[in-house]
């Protein structure tokens, strides 16, 4: 049984970095794909990065390009999500995602397994 934990949330000031963790167990991820989403208050979930297990390549939302970088440590079965320059509107609730193919997606529904998530607060 695939089980998503992640942690590494917490509170933080605008502009700080951060480095969220997700611990995958229960199989071989190698034809996996694992993605990252969040959820603001009143908001819909939202797409936010990925990774495909076996090739590290990876696929970012537009509106992050180039304050995140997602990678995975294969020995460890973690994904990590390293954001930086931090705002108030990325106070959210984190959550690491897992689906069967190596084709990264970002329609929440194509990932069947969900880890409870963590929270990230940007204080302004």
């Known amino acids: 049984q695939v089980q998503l934990v992640e942690s590494g949330g917490g509170l933080v000031q605008a502009g700080d970095s951060l480095r969220l963790s997700c611990k995958a167990s229960?199989?071989?991820?190698?034809?996996?794909?694992i993605g990252w989403f969040r959820q603001a208050p009143g908001k819909e979930r939202e797409f936010f990065a990925a990774?495909?297990?076996?090739?590290?390549?990876?696929l970012y939302a537009d509106y992050v390009k180039g304050r995140v970088t997602i990678s995975r440590d294969s020995a460890k079965n973690t994904v990590y999500l390293q954001m930086s320059s931090l705002k108030a509107e990325d106070t959210a609730v984190y959550c690491c995602?897992?689906?069967?193919?190596?084709?990264?997606?970002?329609?929440?529904?194509?990932?069947?397994?969900w880890g409870q998530g963590t929270q990230v607060t940007v204080s302004s």
């Open positions: 995602a897992a689906r069967g193919a190596s084709i990264p997606l970002q329609r929440p529904d194509a990932y069947p397994y």
């Open positions: 229960g199989r071989s991820f190698s034809s996996y794909t």
């Open positions: 990774i495909r297990w076996s090739a590290g390549s990876t």
